[in-house]
Every structure is written in structure tokens, then in C-alpha cells.
């Protein structure tokens, strides 16, 4: 892989924590700036397109989130979505041709220590390179089929159906 775009949604992953009760905004992305400390060997491009927690996704932002993905030149392409809704997205997003597409994000903000961004990121990066062409979600330390996976909330991990 040569070069990987970056697709962002926004979700925890992005989210900046303002005060105890909870008041957060969608801050800017922070895939770029991870994959730039970690200096990885291969050029990427950063497009965000929303600023939203996932249980604010439409149908209107997963048509953009399609769109976007299916006008870009290049192969591999990492999303970074809120992981609410990212089963949902992973599957409007099934049948671009010529595409492998690996959504990824975080239980934790990236800019909390001990946040699983990194990890999950870096999952997502191995497995955009390694996988056939089709869509996948990369969390939990797994690469996981969109039809056979959810999100358990009570738990706060990703598992089998």
C-alpha cells in the first residue's frame, strides 16, 4: 500500500471533553496526527467529512460517507466513526467495487491516556493492507465481517452475533 485515505466521521475518538458533566464537541481529527507521530511508511489524506457522535448519523450522512468514498482514487481506505453506528455504516457501505474499506474507532477519546484509538488504528492500518476487497470493522484487537458483528454497550466491546 502506497497511499491509504482517510475518511472522518467524527465519534468518541475525536471527542474533546470540556467540563465533570460530560460537555463535549467533536473536535478536529486526530488520525493524522497519530499516524504522523507513529511515522509511517506510506502517504495518506485526511478527508473529513462530518463532526458528529455516531447516534447522530443519518441516512443522508451514510449516503455522503458512500459517496465520498466511492469518488476516491485510491483502494484502501481506513474510516474513523463513532462505534454506536458503525455496523450500520459498515453496511451501506458493502459492494463498492475495487475497495477495501476498514472502519475503525474508539471507546475512549485519542487524547485520553490509555484510549484504545492507537491500537485500534493501527489494527485497522494492517488490516486495510492485508485484506480482500470488501468492508470490515477493526476494533477489540479483531477484524470483524459487518454482518456478523455488534456492539455489546453494556459490556463496551465489539463481539460475534
Not at 14 to 42: C, H, N, R, T, W
Request: glycine fraction near 8%; charged fraction near 25%.
Amino acid at each position: 500500500m502506497q497511499n491509504l485515505t482517510i475518511v472522518t466521521t467524527g465519534g468518541t475518538i475525536d471527542k474533546v471533553y470540556f467540563d465533570d458533566k460530560s460537555d463535549y464537541q467533536i473536535g478536529a481529527p486526530q488520525i493524522g496526527e497519530i499516524l504522523e507521530q507513529l511515522g509511517v511508511a506510506f502517504r495518506f489524506d485526511v478527508i473529513p467529512i462530518l463532526r458528529k457522535d455516531s447516534l447522530h448519523v443519518t441516512d443522508d450522512d451514510r449516503a455522503l460517507i458512500r459517496s465520498t468514498i466511492e469518488a476516491q482514487p485510491h483502494r484502501h481506505v481506513l474510516v474513523t466513526h463513532g462505534t454506536d453506528t458503525m455496523v450500520e455504516t459498515a453496511r451501506v457501505l458493502d459492494g463498492i467495487p475495487g475497495k477495501v474499506i476498514v472502519l475503525t474507532g474508539a471507546l475512549n477519546p485519542a487524547r485520553f491516556q490509555g484510549s484504545d484509538a492507537v491500537f485500534n488504528i493501527g489494527c485497522a492500518v494492517g488490516a486495510v493492507q492485508t485484506l480482500a476487497d470488501g468492508v470490515y470493522i477493526a476494533m477489540n484487537g479483531r477484524v470483524w465481517d459487518p454482518k456478523t458483528v455488534r456492539k455489546n454497550r453494556d459490556a463496551n466491546r465489539f463481539e460475534a452475533v
